[in-house]
């Protein structure tokens, strides 16, 4: 009878299944993992206070983007009023009218400019406010790369001994007869935490810990997979 054979390659199951376990814990609470999330978090909140802080000074940014077309503009103008000023044939009117149409640009040009430097001094506060979760942002971004970086470095070889495990449990379920890797599988399925355990010295479950009555002993030996009564795990 090969039965409690089996039933003990349970139990080496059970143990590859912590290995695994313990892998996944390890990815998903080393400190890094756990600084990364709270980067996340901090970018996400600089996000939403500089797009707050945006749209607050939406007038501004729509009256700035204006004036910046105009100026854009007129250069352009001046360009084009230079290139016509230095063409030799030009008679003294022409040459008068276009110096003043130059003049009249320019004059145009540092209005402009006064009113741009006019609202950012009176948006200073808010500006600056702007600028300091800006830089907020890029200083996450930094930390985020960098620990990401990290990180991956660390699950380089997590996932490496994660997959490793997880080969080993695959070949080793394919050992198994059908019937204990479905035996396996419910357990599995209905959230046992132990699926198979040695009997502890004190008459213990060795699965949930519950201390068995003489009883019970003998009800879980002459059961057909020596289940625990209690937790529903295999007692070898
Ligand atoms: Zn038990």
Redesign the pocket.
């Known amino acids: 009878m090969n039965e409690h054979f089996l039933l003990s390659n349970l139990i080496d199951l059970q143990e590859i299944d912590n290995e695994i376990y313990n892998i996944e814990s390890q990815k998903g609470e080393s400190e890094n993992v756990v600084l990364l999330k709270e980067l996340e978090l901090q970018y996400k909140k600089a996000n939403t206070e500089l797009d707050e802080s945006k749209n607050n000074l939406s007038e501004y940014f729509v009256q700035l983007e204006k004036d910046e077309l105009d100026i854009k503009n007129i250069k352009q103008k001046i360009e084009n009023i230079e290139a016509k000023l230095t063409d030799q044939s030009l008679d003294p009117n022409e040459l008068i009218n276009y110096s003043k149409q130059k003049e009249s640009s320019e004059e145009q040009l540092s209005k402009i400019s006064k009113n741009i430097e006019a609202l950012q001094s009176e948006n200073h506060e808010e500006l600056n406010e702007i600028k300091k979760y800006e830089d907020t942002i890029n200083e996450i971004k930094q930390k985020l790369i960098d620990v990401s970086k990290i990180v991956k470095e660390e699950w380089k070889d997590l996932d490496v001994n994660l997959a490793e495990s997880e080969s080993r449990k695959k070949e080793m379920l394919l050992t198994f007869p059908e019937e204990f890797q479905k035996l396996y599988d419910d357990l599995k399925n209905r959230g046992v935490q132990?699926i198979a355990a040695y009997k502890l010295e004190d008459n213990k479950?060795?699965?949930?810990?519950?201390e068995?009555a003489q009883g019970e002993i003998d009800e879980i030996s002459k059961s057909q997979y020596q289940q625990?009564?209690?937790?529903?795990?295999v007692?070898v």
């Open positions: 132990v479950c060795g699965c949930c810990g519950v068995l625990c009564p209690y937790c529903d795990g007692v």
